[in-house]
């Protein structure tokens, strides 16, 4: 009886050394497990908004809906044997009709008609470049046909070109008033390359007569139209600056 008291007096003492209580054991624990909640409670926090931020910002690819067209493989039973297949079909010989169409039919000489051969020279004439000159080089005339209106579509392939620039004159009373600015002309170009009408789209007061005479004497390669020269408007600025 009375070890086993001792031993039961023992075992009591040792656990209550191990497993301290009270008010002030409380106490003098109390900011070691505050600070150990402290941690579990934030780390749980940081786990929750991490799943949540993962979940917002990585979302799963969308499986793709194939929707082109599936062809289904059959096997195909083995092709007959050619022994088999029918012979071809015989083409009985036919007699060779002749022509009825394009056989020349004799005429008298009274009802022939005359026909007659060119010399060299009227072979020679036809051939004659238009406008070519006894000196040997060809020059092109064109025939004045009508020309477009202002505004109206013309096809080309190849815009005109200037070949020929003539500077214009500055008037002295613009030179002298300091006037200066660019004109700009809207210039009807005939097929032969030359200016056959000019009007004045923004121009500056002083200077647009002076634009006018110098365009005048422009000469440019007129444009193409499926190889050949047609009339087109197009526009040409000038500037004027000291």
């Known amino acids: 009886m009375s070890a086993t008291r001792a031993g039961t007096t023992a075992d009591f003492t040792d656990t209550s050394e191990r497993?301290?209580?009270?008010?002030?054991?409380?106490?003098?624990?109390?900011?070691?497990?505050?600070?150990?909640?402290?941690?579990?409670?934030?780390?749980?926090?940081?786990?929750?908004?991490?799943?949540y931020v993962l979940t917002t910002v990585w979302k799963?690819?969308?499986?793709?809906?194939?929707?082109?067209?599936?062809?289904?493989?059959?096997?195909?039973?083995?092709?007959?044997?050619?022994?088999?297949?029918?012979?071809?079909?015989?083409?009985?010989?036919?007699?060779?009709?002749?022509p009825t169409i394009g056989t020349p039919v004799p005429v008298a000489d009274a009802l022939a008609p005359e026909q007659t051969i060119s010399t060299q020279q009227e072979i020679a004439a036809m051939n004659t470049p238009?406008?070519?000159?006894?000196?040997?080089?060809?020059?092109?005339?064109?025939?004045?046909?009508?020309?477009?209106?202002?505004?109206?579509?013309?096809?080309?392939?190849?815009?005109?070109?200037?070949?020929?620039?003539?500077?214009?004159?500055?008037?002295?009373?613009?030179?002298?008033?300091q006037i200066q600015g660019k004109v700009t002309l809207h210039v009807l170009v005939g097929k032969d390359g030359r200016v056959k009408n000019v009007k004045v789209i923004k121009g500056v007061t002083g200077l647009n007569e002076a634009a006018v005479e110098a365009i005048k004497k422009w000469v440019f390669k007129p444009a193409l139209s499926n190889n050949k020269p047609v009339a087109v408007w197009v526009e040409v600025p000038m500037d004027f600056h000291f």
Do not use: C, W
Request: aromatic residues 6%; proline residues 15%.
């Open 19 to 51: 497993i301290p209580i009270g008010a002030a054991d409380l106490k003098a624990n109390s900011q070691r497990l505050f600070k150990k909640a402290l941690i579990i409670s934030a780390a749980i926090h940081l786990s929750l908004v991490g799943i």
């Open 60 to 98: 799963p690819r969308d499986e793709v809906e194939y929707t082109g067209r599936v062809i289904r493989m059959q096997t195909l039973p083995p092709p007959p044997p050619l022994s088999s297949a029918p012979p071809p079909p015989v083409i009985p010989n036919q007699p060779i009709v002749k």
């Open 130 to 177: 238009i406008g070519a000159g006894g000196s040997g080089r060809d020059s092109l005339v064109i025939a004045s046909d009508d020309m477009p209106n202002e505004g109206e579509f013309v096809y080309y392939e190849d815009e005109p070109t200037p070949v020929t620039r003539v500077e214009p004159a500055y008037p002295e009373f613009a030179r002298e008033a």
